[in-house]
């Protein structure tokens, strides 16, 4: 058995060497529906759904129906990267305290600049290890002044365990497209995704404001 593999390999490695072409990976491919597929998709069973579409009954049985495997991605979509506003972050380590995995470190040096919300503080190291990172979002909970975000990207995979952690420079060059995640205000904001290709800065961002008592009321007890 491993002698014919062996050759196999070996049959395919000379091939890919003298015939040489481009392969191109699909990360979701399509594959073929069946008529159960197809039925569940339109919330019937099988038999009622072959009754009432017949054309497309025959043609999954052929095999020239496919379907896609891709789900789309949620807007609150926790992913490997994360999104950090300088502008707003005063150095307060909330979220390394908060870190149940104590993946983050930050190292601070008293600047004596007042910002609208505090004092703050010269950030010398801000260091995420999201190879330990279990991406629970307590930090992104913790953060006062909304300075940190989760992201929506997920292709973060490197070679070197020491390349999977985020330093201050990479956090400052990172693209600012926020998740919803524990982000209201972005979630109320109007024509903002995460998947498009504008940043959104500091400024307009938003807070997440406390909740009134009225809300509170209309969200839990009226419901």
Request: charge should be positive; glycine fraction near 6%; proline fraction near 4%.
């Amino acid at each position: 058995m491993y002698g014919f593999g062996l050759i196999k390999g070996l049959r395919i490695t000379l091939k890919n060497i003298l015939f040489f072409q481009r392969i191109n990976t699909t990360q979701y491919p399509d594959r073929k529906a069946s008529i159960i597929d197809l039925a569940k998709l339109e919330n019937k069973n099988f038999i009622s759904y072959a009754l009432s579409n017949p054309k497309k009954t025959l043609k999954s049985m052929i095999g020239m129906i496919s379907i896609s495997d891709k789900v789309d991605q949620h807007p609150r979509f926790r992913g490997e990267e994360f999104n950090w506003y300088e502008e707003r972050c005063t150095g307060c380590a909330s979220c390394a305290k908060y870190c149940p995995l104590g993946i983050i470190k930050i190292v601070t040096d008293q600047a004596g600049n007042n910002y609208a919300e505090g004092q703050n503080y010269d950030i010398e190291t801000f260091d995420i290890d999201i190879g330990r990172c279990m991406f629970c979002g307590l930090c992104v909970e913790a953060c006062p002044y909304d300075a940190l975000h989760m992201g929506s990207g997920f292709e973060e995979g490197q070679y070197k365990r020491n390349e999977l952690v985020i330093d201050v420079e990479r956090l400052k060059k990172a693209k600012k497209k926020p998740s919803y995640w524990f982000r209201p205000q972005l979630e109320q904001k109007n024509n903002y995704s995460p998947f498009d290709e504008d940043e959104v800065s500091w400024d307009k961002a938003g807070r997440h404001q406390k909740p009134s008592k009225d809300d509170l009321k209309n969200k839990w007890i009226r419901r």
